[in-house]
């Protein structure tokens, strides 16, 4: 038998359940969005080293930004 849980229940229902939904539609876009825009920076850096502009890291640090290879230090 179902029981009556009246408007204050039910819109305490409700309001959860839409947290719940949009907490796994913001989980599911920063797992898809987080590589998109690594992948945007990674073709940005490539095209300002190739166009020979300065990177825009560079402005942040006060100094050249190192890549992943020139990070590697050989042991």
């Given at each position: 038998?179902?029981?009556?849980?009246?408007?204050?229940?039910?819109?305490?229902?409700?309001?959860?359940?839409?947290?719940?939904?949009?907490?796994?539609?913001?989980?599911?876009?920063?797992?898809?969005?987080?590589?998109?825009?690594?992948?945007?920076?990674?073709?940005?850096?490539a095209?300002?080293?190739?166009?020979?502009?300065?990177?825009?890291?560079?402005?942040?640090?006060?100094?050249?930004?190192?890549?992943?290879?020139?990070?590697k230090?050989?042991?």
């Amino acid at each position: 038998m179902l029981s009556y849980i009246g408007p204050g229940g039910a819109l305490s229902a409700i309001g959860s359940f839409l947290a719940l939904l949009a907490a796994v539609f913001l989980a599911l876009l920063g797992f898809v969005w987080y590589p998109i825009k690594r992948m945007l920076r990674a073709r940005k850096l490539a095209k300002a080293d190739v166009e020979g502009q300065p990177r825009s890291s560079d402005s942040v640090s006060g100094g050249p930004a190192v890549s992943s290879q020139e990070r590697k230090v050989e042991v």
